[in-house]
């Protein structure tokens, strides 16, 4: 039996007291560490873990957001080149298209270039790549993903100029198919009313060529252009020369009699003449149809990548400016 109760109560109770405050210190000071924990480099709680990196890699971001601004400037000029392309096929303008196909030429070049080289400097950025988050603050993060968020926004690019200058050269030289048939029938029609029958006949076996070729070419746009008004162009055209074959043919075996079948064909020649186009109008309005099958596709396709890589810009300077 113990003799003293009183004071050894006491210290138990005391000892008790020590220790519920020791286990509350220490609990309080596990919820500190794991607070803590929970508070990862990337964010900017814990900003004092990442600021050297992010110190060494902004002004690096800096320079790359130059680099693409310099690309997006190029872009905007591959534009006006297609811009000027679609104008010439629509002029006629054979030198300009291909002024403006050259000039496009280089350009993409120097644009495929330049997305080469700001792919790598992104890549070789220090502190970046799988686990970015946790050596980085999220200042720097998120301006380092926003630039990589336009790495691709050039990537069609090759294909719609390649577009373009297919569907160029493919109206241009429809235009000038349509051309040359027409001269050759005005020709062949001055050969026939100077009584050279022979020779105007002769003369619209090429004006024949001129329409199986526009005709050929009509087929191989056929999947991506509208052609229904330059079929009925070709067709009109043809009915013509028909119709002004038959007269020659005729007048020739009449030896320039005014016959039956000389008046009838005459009147065929007129009615057909009728059906014909009374200006250019009908031209415009092909080589426009021409055009929608690739030059204006590509160059929304290159206004589309111009404006991703301007939102790029606008959305790194405005986090920089936070």
Known sequence: MNPFPGPSRGRG???RAVWVASALLLSFGTAG????????????ARSELTWTADQRLLPLLTGAAIDLSKLTNDVD??????????????????????????NGDKLLGTIESETAAYRTKLAGLPGVGPGAEGRLGGAAL????????????????????ARLTVSSLAAMQLRGTLAEHDQSTVTAARLGTAGKFAQAIT???KSDASIAAARRQRDQMSSSVDVSILTAWIDRNAAYDTALRKLYTILRTSRGKATKAVQQAYADEQAAR??????????????????????????IAIEEAKGRLSDTLDAFNASAAE
């Open 13 to 15: 109770v005391a000892l």
């Open 33 to 44: 560490i794991v607070g803590g924990m929970e508070h990862q480099p990337g964010s900017a």
């Open 77 to 102: 000029v591959l534009g006006d080149e297609g811009t000027r392309a679609l104008v010439a096929v629509n002029g006629g303008d054979t030198a300009a298209l291909q002024v403006a196909i050259n």
């Open 142 to 161: 998120r301006r380092y993903q926003t630039l990589a968020g336009a790495l691709e926004a050039t990537g069609g690019l090759s294909d719609s100029w």
């Open 203 to 205: 003369q619209l076996a």
């Open 274 to 299: 009728a059906q014909l186009p009374g200006d250019t109008r009908g031209l415009i309005v092909i080589m426009s149809d021409v055009a929608r099958g690739g030059l204006n596709q590509a160059i």
